[in-house]
């Protein structure tokens, strides 16, 4: 495609519900991230892919949070058992090569 | 620690003045430093990185490793350049560390 699509867009998620939020990088594009932006903060890492490799975890908040890219294209964050601090917006974003990120519109979570 | 700080959450400049977005970094090797912009209801995109000395929309940067600067710059502001800037700061290879951002705003 023609950017980093990100879908759904918006998300109400009762507290303990569990949830998946989907990416689609730009086709060819082996890299992909996904962040996590709290209102009034800028975006924090939470992991990275290579092709399906996941090779960086570590900004997961717990283990709740899970992702996967199975066939190194379309990647799936996974929240488990939702909490209100839970409540963000989760960027995605990928990457040729070291030139910048191209992100995605987001998701909005909200946990109620 | 590594850290990006933006001193200012809000800015607000006429139209036609300066403006300077700073930032300020800490990291113990050497830094890849970028801004990134978000216009409303638009999706955050790269506006430069140090490392292409280049000049995108009238913006400037220059990294200045003895302050440990970043400072965003435009001689005359505009009204389309009232947006939320992110200073972004590469972590190793593929991490990336932003401040919480400053939100620009251009008044006629």
């Known amino acids: 495609g023609a950017g980093v699509s990100q879908s759904p867009r918006y998300k109400v998620a009762k507290r303990g519900q569990d949830v998946a939020l989907r990416c689609d990088p730009i086709?060819?594009?082996?890299?992909l991230f996904w962040y996590q932006q709290a209102l009034g903060q800028g975006p924090e890492f939470l992991t990275y892919f290579q092709n399906e490799a996941q090779l960086d975890k570590s900004g997961l908040p717990s283990d709740r949070f899970f992702a996967e890219r199975p066939e190194g294209s379309v990647s799936t964050l996974k929240i488990q058992r939702t909490q209100q601090e839970d409540s963000a917006v989760y960027l995605c974003?990928?990457?040729?090569?070291?030139?910048?990120?191209?992100f995605g519109s987001g998701t909005r979570l909200t946990v109620v | 620690a590594q850290r990006v700080t933006q001193p200012e959450k809000l800015l607000s400049v006429f139209k036609g003045a300066p403006v300077e977005l700073k930032c300020n970094y800490s990291y113990s090797g050497s830094p890849e430093l970028f801004w990134y912009v978000q216009y409303s209801r638009q999706r955050l995109q790269l506006l430069l990185r140090h490392i292409s000395r280049e000049s995108i929309k009238g913006f400037t940067a220059d990294l200045n490793k003895g302050e440990t600067s970043f400072h965003l710059k435009k001689p005359f502001a505009q009204e389309e350049d009232s947006a939320m800037y992110y200073c972004?700061?590469?972590?190793?290879?593929?991490?990336?560390?932003f401040g919480t951002g400053t939100r620009l705003k251009v008044l006629a």
């Open positions: 972004a700061l590469a972590s190793g290879t593929y991490k990336y560390i």
């Open positions: 974003a990928s990457s040729s090569r070291r030139d910048g990120y191209t």
């Open positions: 086709s060819g594009h082996v890299s």
